[in-house]
């Protein structure tokens, strides 16, 4: 029985299913940036904190911050053992969220995103470099990696995995016609591009079956010549016949920082598919049209992320059935307890995060790993500082904008 001001029978806190997992509500905590995983390549007491209380606000589905199962230095030599790859203590993470809670459940994101080679010779917006190309067997190479890294996190005991295919890492590389101009069997169409995904899933398969296998893929690049709506509704039918569980639409990729503003429709900063200036509802959401796109091209769950911080309009979005799942990254840095807060009808209908993307000040200023948090809460003072750096950056990093229209 629904209590007065509670949300319980809202269509987003309905029970729902991705591949073998049964998933209490439909709020999805999208995968976010770990310094200790990443950097450090280990599970530290506060990680595991944080997702304990992660679990305990009641989120339904939590997406594990990436780690890479390439080395950076962008040269694969075959395939590698899981003890070669993995991240210390990882398992520890899985056995945290369920003991918090025994309906939370917990996917791990593998990924490759080294800068040092790409599918093919594509010079970046920002810089101008062009990544080395990736040999034919080294991208063969790939999918037996990616398989260890899956064995190995079903092992590990979380409850699926999920492919990072955005952002402009190596996977995105391969999907975005921009950055993928091979004229062998993993480019030069669609389903070339996809190839790569078609053969981790396979060799995946033969080593985990029918575990759970998500995908997260770009919408839009946010660049020329890449990933558009057409390109996204074809790419995305192949996957899901592919056997990807879900598909995770987001957007954008490093190269956006170089594009202007007054072609993007809003002010590119670091980083840009964490959009600022959404705190009008019409701004949020803002991939929901990308997702919609999905929706009625696949029959596999699609997930929404990207600005989504209002639960009317979350719910507005599920009940409606543009997306099936809707997730959110900064409103759960700063409000963990964010999904028990509005399944009980307290406080406000909107996150109190207020989307500045200072929560990433650390990460890209600290000389040694610490946690993401919210800057704007827990370090007040640190806030104009954070800001400052985040509006000065892409001045300090990306060529001049008139260099912009110059560029390949």
């Not at 921009?178 to 080593?207: H, Q, V």
């Not at 509704?233 to 503003?261: C, H, N, W, Y």
């Not at 059935?321 to 406080?347: Q, T």
Request: charged fraction near 25%.
């Amino acid at each position: 029985m629904t209590r007065p001001g509670s949300r319980e029978a809202w269509a987003v806190f309905s029970k729902g299913r991705i591949g073998g997992l049964n998933l209490a509500n439909r709020f999805v905590r999208s995968a976010t940036w770990d310094p200790h995983m990443a950097a450090a390549r280990v599970v530290d007491r506060a990680t595991l904190d944080a997702y304990r209380a992660l679990a305990e606000g009641g989120v339904g589905l939590i997406i594990v911050g990436d780690f890479g199962v390439v080395p950076e230095s962008g040269t694969v030599r075959g395939a590698a053992a899981y003890d070669d790859i993995r991240v210390r203590k990882f398992s520890a993470l899985a056995g945290v969220v369920h003991a918090a809670n025994p309906s939370a459940r917990v996917v791990a994101q593998v990924s490759a995103g080294f800068w040092g080679a790409g599918p093919s010779r594509v010079a970046s917006l920002i810089d101008g470099h062009a990544p080395r190309r990736l040999l034919r067997r080294e991208v063969r190479s790939l999918a037996s990696r990616f398989a260890v890294a899956i064995k190995g996190a079903r092992d590990d005991g979380f409850d699926g995995v999920q492919l990072h295919a955005a952002h402009g890492g190596l996977l995105c590389r391969f999907l975005s016609p921009r950055t993928n101009r091979r004229d062998d069997e993993y480019g030069g169409s669609p389903e070339g591009r996809c190839r790569l995904f078609r053969e981790i899933l396979s060799a995946a398969r033969d080593r985990v079956g029918d575990f759970p296998i998500l995908i997260k893929m770009n919408g839009t690049d946010e660049v020329p010549d890449g990933i558009d709506v057409a390109t996204l509704k074809t790419q995305a039918a192949i996957l899901a016949e592919a056997g990807f569980d879900a598909l995770e639409v987001s957007g954008a990729m490093r190269d956006t920082l170089a594009v202007p503003e007054s072609v993007l429709g809003f002010r590119p900063v670091p980083a840009p598919e964490s959009r600022v200036g959404i705190m009008a509802r019409e701004r949020q959401s803002y991939y929901l049209s990308h997702a919609q796109a999905v929706r009625k091209a696949v029959d596999v769950p699609v997930i929404l992320v990207g600005g989504n911080r209002d639960v009317e309009r979350i719910e507005e979005i599920v009940s409606s059935g543009w997306a099936d799942f809707v997730a959110m990254c900064r409103p759960l840095i700063r409000e963990p307890n964010l999904v028990s807060r509005w399944r009980s009808g307290k406080g406000s209908s909107e996150a109190a995060c207020i989307a500045c993307n200072a929560c990433i000040y650390d990460m890209h200023t600290s000389r040694r790993p610490g946690r993401v948090r919210c800057v704007a809460l827990e370090q007040p003072g640190r806030l104009a500082d954070a800001i400052r750096w985040r509006d000065e950056w892409v001045g300090a990093n990306v060529a001049p904008r008139a260099e912009w229209e110059k560029r390949p």
